[in-house]
């Protein structure tokens, strides 16, 4: 048995959950050095990065929160783990995990991550990029963190992140991303600075579809499609085939509805550079009209799909302006600062 394991006597179904936890936490996280050295160890590595990774699953956020997780789950953590002096505190939580390799953990946890996703089937995989929070500091000279990351929304579980320099470089960033990723049967759906034909060639090539939004670097072909969608509106549809979705979603004083249409590109006229965008099928519009109290707005917003024309599957792929919240898996670990 594994170094860090313990040995109980399991109902099936418990014993089915020690299994998975062990094939796959364990299966790649058990090659990470030790890094504690002369000095009494109470706790086991397996188990403090094992109740670590389970903790930021469950949305812990910090070290504080990990060993309430750990506190809260320990009559179940116990079943597979051995726990002699109890759960870690977070100060060992904060120090084990500030001494191991970044690079290491980083991945063990990517590699844990890929394996998931081939036995998940994950269907919708959103890229996109953000700035941390609170991390530009004026005083010092210091630039804000940029980072971008792959999401599962279905399964509320980061799958990847790279840190970028600026948000400029994002862009030769995804293709780093998308490698870490297996989109095989996937729809990978990209915010504008993602929609670059050699992005939608390397998901074509991996095996899936793409859902990419059309804004201003884009200028030529998102032009071409905005207009041609404000000349289809203006003429009502006539003679036009077209799919169309429409959907509301309600929630603390908001009312979002969103319409959905898809055209085939066969029947607009030659796209700007149309011959460059592998697998390119359809092009979407999408209106959103939000009420908030006495407050209406509008916005319209425009892909370019590889999906066949199906105006409520694109309803379902592409991001609507609510979001449902996400573990932010990775981002713990990298957030955290060394010797804390």
């Keep these: 048995m594994a170094k860090g394991f313990g040995a109980r006597v399991l109902t099936p179904q418990q014993e089915k959950e020690v299994k998975i936890i062990k094939r796959s936490i364990l299966k790649h996280f058990q090659c990470l050095k030790e890094p504690r050295t002369g000095r009494r160890q109470d706790h086991n590595l397996t188990a403090i990065v094992t109740i670590g990774i389970l903790a930021v699953l469950s949305g812990a956020d910090g070290f504080v929160a990990i060993e309430a997780y750990g506190k809260a789950k320990r009559e179940w953590l116990e079943m597979f783990l051995e726990l002699p002096k109890g759960i870690p505190s977070h100060d060992t939580f904060g120090r084990v995990f500030g001494m191991l390799e970044t690079e290491e953990?980083?991945?063990s946890f990517l590699s844990w991550i890929s394996s998931l996703t081939?036995?998940?089937?994950?269907?919708?995989?959103?890229?996109?990029?953000?700035?941390?929070?609170?991390?530009?500091?004026?005083e010092k000279g210091l630039n804000a963190l940029h980072s971008?990351?792959?999401?599962?929304?279905?399964?509320?579980?980061m799958l990847a992140q790279k840190k970028v320099d600026s948000k400029s470089n994002e862009i030769?960033?995804?293709?780093?991303?998308?490698?870490l990723l297996n989109i095989k049967g996937a729809v990978v759906t990209l915010d504008a600075m993602g929609t670059q034909t050699e992005i939608a060639k390397q998901i074509k090539q991996g095996?899936?579809?793409?859902?990419?939004?059309?804004?201003?670097?884009?200028?030529?072909?998102?032009?071409?499609?905005?207009?041609?969608?404000?000349?289809?509106?203006?003429?009502?549809?006539?003679?036009?085939?077209y799919s169309y979705h429409e959907k509301t979603e309600k929630g603390h004083y908001r009312l979002e509805t969103r319409q959905v249409?898809?055209?085939?590109?066969?029947?607009?006229?030659a796209l700007h550079r149309q011959n460059q965008w592998v697998g390119l099928a359809t092009v979407v519009m999408v209106k959103s009209k939000t009420q908030f109290g006495?407050?209406?707005?509008?916005?319209?917003?425009?892909?370019?799909s590889s999906l066949p024309t199906d105006a409520e599957r694109h309803s379902h792929v592409i991001?609507?302006?609510?979001?449902?919240?996400?573990?932010?898996?990775q981002e713990h670990y990298r957030g955290m600062d060394k010797g804390k």
Excluded: C
């Design 294 to 304: 006495h407050k209406t707005t509008e916005t319209f917003r425009y892909y370019i």
């Design 319 to 329: 991001p609507g302006r609510t979001h449902l919240k996400m573990i932010q898996i």
């Design 261 to 269: 249409w898809t055209v085939s590109i066969n029947q607009l006229s």
């Design 148 to 157: 971008i990351s792959a999401w599962s929304s279905e399964r509320g579980l």
């Design 105 to 107: 953990l980083e991945k």
């Design 207 to 241: 095996e899936g579809d793409y859902v990419l939004a059309l804004k201003g670097n884009q200028g030529k072909l998102n032009k071409q499609v905005r207009d041609w969608f404000k000349q289809a509106v203006a003429q009502n549809w006539q003679g036009i085939e």
């Design 172 to 179: 030769k960033a995804v293709p780093l991303l998308l490698k």
């Design 118 to 138: 081939e036995k998940m089937d994950i269907e919708l995989i959103q890229i996109d990029g953000k700035t941390k929070r609170g991390s530009y500091d004026r």
